[in-house]
Structure formats: structure tokens, C-alpha cells
């Protein structure tokens, strides 16, 4: 079975310009999650979705940060602009309902560096 | 929200077994225990999770005592191949709501010398 793919692997931009991570999840998986990895420190949520829904984006900075699922599959996530500290790894996870909500599978990550 | 602490880092050697504790003294009555492991330039992978006593699979256990304010998870015969972070979450069952439980923490940083 594919695992969690992501897309691209690493992206360098320079600050100020856009930039869009893809992620698609396990088949089946309805809950998708978008994590910040910054270096030294474990994943922070950044949003999580239930099929096509958003059901916690408090981490999102939403003046920066978008995302969206359409049609509960594959998801996308954008900064515009980015800025020098969103430098980091943007990890996105899929589970399964009836798996528990820490049991999560994760992809490898886009590493995202802001010149 | 439970809030975990584990220490930063360990060492150990080649066939021995590890434990790490983590602390969570807020855990909420319907919180499990979970564990991830993270290698370098990869995403966290679930090793085990449990509610209570103990919980053993083919990779680790996970030993909770009866006040379910901490738990340990244990390595057997750790190879070099373990060395890792290794994050404790503590957090509610798949509710279809809400976001608690989802919250890492700065792990623990596992070295295992020959």
C-alpha cells in the first residue's frame, strides 16, 4: 500500500514569493493533517481536515496560510508571502477513523527554504 | 490539553534495553498514550499506544502505571538502527471533533553507540 506522498521534496524561494506544498494521503484515509517542523523540535499542527473539512485550523496563520482539500482527498497548502521564518519542514499526516486520532501515518515531509 | 516531558536525550549500547519515561500529570480520563519515532529527513512513525497496565508489540511495550500520570516506553535489544526521536503525545480517541491531543513536544533524542 503507497504511503503518504508529498510533493515537492524541497523548495527554496526567496522571501516574499509564493509557494504551494501537495499532499496525498493514504486511500481511504478521511482525516488529513498539516504539521510545521521547525529544526530541534517536534511537528506543530498547523490544520486538520475531516474529508473536506477544516475542523481546527487555530494553529493556521491565516493572514499567510492557506489550505484546502476539495474533494477530500488530496490537499495543498500555500503561503503568500513567505517570509523568512517560515523556513522549516511541512509534514502532512492521514489517518483512518476507528485507528484513534494519534495514529497517524506521515509522509517525508517538503522542506521549504526562504532566502 | 495534557502536557508531556521527557528528557532531551539518552545514550545507550547495542543490545541493551531502553526506557524512556514521559510525564503527563494532567492526563484527561478519555487520553491515550502514544509514541512516535522520527529519523532524520523522514515524518514520525507510530510505534505504540495504550490506556493502561501495559501494551507490547512487536517493536516496544508501553507500560502505564495505575495513576496514568506517566509511562514508559521500552526498547528491547536497541540495535544502532534505533537512534531516533522519539515523541510522547497524550490525547483523546478519534472523536471526529476537536483538536486536543495532537501535540508533540520537543521528543526525546535517543543515541545508540556500538
Known amino acids: 500500500e503507497a504511503g503518504v506522498v508529498q510533493s515537492p521534496r524541497y523548495k527554496i524561494i526567496e522571501k516574499k514569493q509564493p509557494v504551494a506544498f501537495w499532499c496525498n494521503p493514504i486511500?481511504?484515509?478521511?482525516?488529513l493533517y498539516w504539521y510545521l517542523q521547525n529544526l530541534g523540535q517536534g511537528p506543530e499542527l498547523l490544520i486538520r481536515?475531516?474529508?473536506?473539512?477544516?475542523?481546527?485550523d487555530s494553529q493556521l496563520p491565516k493572514d499567510r496560510f492557506s489550505a484546502e482539500r476539495l474533494k477530500g482527498v488530496d490537499s495543498t497548502l500555500k503561503i503568500q508571502p513567505a517570509e523568512l521564518g517560515d523556513s522549516a519542514v511541512y509534514l502532512c499526516?492521514?489517518?483512518?477513523?476507528?485507528?484513534?486520532?494519534?495514529?497517524?501515518?506521515f509522509g517525508p515531509g517538503t522542506r521549504l527554504t526562504v532566502l | 490539553l495534557a502536557k508531556t516531558t521527557q528528557p532531551i536525550s539518552m545514550d545507550s549500547y547495542e543490545g541493551q534495553e531502553v526506557n524512556i519515561t514521559c510525564s503527563h500529570n494532567n492526563i484527561a480520563t478519555n487520553d491515550y498514550i502514544t509514541w512516535y519515532q522520527q529519523f532524520p529527513s523522514q515524518g514520525p512513525r507510530f510505534i505504540i499506544q495504550?490506556?493502561?497496565t501495559k501494551v507490547t508489540n512487536e517493536v516496544a511495550s508501553l507500560f502505564i502505571p495505575a495513576d496514568r500520570k506517566s509511562s514508559t516506553l521500552s526498547l528491547p535489544r536497541v540495535s544502532l538502527s534505533d537512534t531516533a526521536v522519539y515523541y510522547c503525545?497524550?490525547?483523546?480517541?478519534?472523536?471526529?471533533?476537536?483538536?486536543?491531543?495532537?501535540?508533540f513536544g520537543k521528543g526525546t533524542h535517543l543515541i545508540i553507540q556500538p
Open positions: 495504550g490506556y493502561k
Open positions: 481536515y475531516e474529508n473536506e473539512e477544516a475542523v481546527d
Open positions: 486511500s481511504g484515509h478521511n482525516t
Open positions: 499526516a492521514s489517518s483512518s477513523p476507528g485507528q484513534g486520532i494519534n495514529e497517524q501515518f
Open positions: 503525545l497524550v490525547g483523546p480517541p478519534y472523536s471526529g471533533g476537536g483538536a486536543d491531543g495532537l501535540t
